[in-house]
């Protein structure tokens, strides 16, 4: 592990030690959740978790800056996008925003980061008009946004769930040319969460909020946009897998029966097993063993060059994040 990574998992104790002060300086009434499933008798929970990873991401990005100077456009975008996200997302939890400016801002942050990547940088190769790969980029972190803040309805699983992918990304990342300015903020993140775990552990203290979820999201996405151009798609995508599989299949079963997909729901396979009597923990473990499988894919995908071998982890991860997937929609027919 580099010196540069070290200091990224500073980020875990300053997470702890800022959420701490957070939690005795904030009124309690502050960022209340009132949507969030709770316990029966327990109070709402402040959202308060985005508080302090994203400051402390925007200090990552800072540093990143000042030690690549030649990725300062890029960064400062993403920094910018990030914090507008933040504030749309403090205002969100305040008092619930209009979905049109919700998705405005969203569109404004990814196509504010798109817009300052290279032309040289490139997923498919040619395969269309660079325009158009990037408006499918651009499409792909909207979704990366929104699917880590409504995939973030249980205590711990925006910890367990885009933290390990999150980690495994930067790992990946670590050392790469093409966008070589993303590792230290991602692993930083990934590190943030670590240090919000203590305080988000069933029954949690506190929650990430959109203030938290919707930066997360970008960062999801555009660690894994960075993985495709360091490595492939495949690999790009694998970290991510039960997470995109989950929501997909959920937005595929809500529009076969007629919701409004913009409205906030508990439809996600993972909470199916839980109205199922299934506890937080047996949900988790089965997240994190998934996730680390994911990332062991993902590592094959990424550093082989035999192609049965990066066929088979193409398939073991598409096996792995359907698999769990089923497995918590099956827990319904034991309830």
């Not at 499409?139 to 990366?144: G, R």
């Amino acid at each position: 592990m580099s010196m540069g990574s070290g200091w990224a998992l500073l980020a875990a104790p300053l997470a702890w030690l800022m959420l701490a002060v957070l939690e005795k300086a904030t009124p309690s009434g502050f960022l209340k959740a009132h949507m969030r499933e709770q316990p029966p008798g327990t109070s709402p929970v402040r959202q308060i978790g985005g508080l302090a990873l994203v400051p402390l991401y925007l200090c990552a990005l800072a540093i990143t800056a000042w030690l690549h100077p030649s990725d300062q456009t890029f960064v400062t975008a993403l920094a910018a996008s990030a914090a507008l996200l933040w504030l749309v997302g403090i205002a969100d939890d305040h008092r619930h925003q209009p979905i049109a400016l919700r998705l405005a801002a969203q569109f404004i942050a990814a196509m504010a980061v798109v817009l300052t990547l290279p032309p040289s940088l490139t997923v498919l190769g040619g395969i269309f008009p660079l325009w158009v790969e990037r408006l499918l980029l651009v499409l792909a972190l909207v979704y990366a946004i929104n699917v880590t803040n409504f995939m973030d309805g249980m205590d711990l699983m925006s910890v367990a769930g885009t933290g390990i992918p999150l980690c495994a990304s930067a790992l990946l990342l670590a050392g790469g040319t093409a966008v070589p300015a993303i590792a230290f903020p991602v692993l930083a993140m990934a590190a943030g969460l670590l240090g919000f775990a203590a305080f988000n552990r069933p029954p949690a203290r506190l929650y990430l909020g959109d203030n938290g979820a919707l930066p997360l999201g970008l960062t999801s996405g555009i660690a894994s946009a960075a993985l495709a151009f360091e490595t492939n798609p495949v690999a790009a995508i694998l970290p991510f897998g039960y997470y995109l599989a989950d929501s997909a299949s959920t937005l595929i079963l809500r529009a076969l029966h007629g919701e409004n997909l913009f409205h906030s729901h508990s439809g996600h396979a993972y909470q199916v097993a839980r109205r199922a009597g299934r506890s937080v923990q047996w949900v988790l473990v089965r997240v994190v063993i998934a996730n680390l499988a994911l990332a062991l894919a993902a590592w094959f995908a990424a550093r082989t060059a035999n192609t049965a071998i990066f066929a088979a982890s193409a398939a073991f991860g598409a096996g792995v994040s359907a698999g769990i997937v089923v497995h918590f929609r099956r827990q319904a027919k034991f309830a």
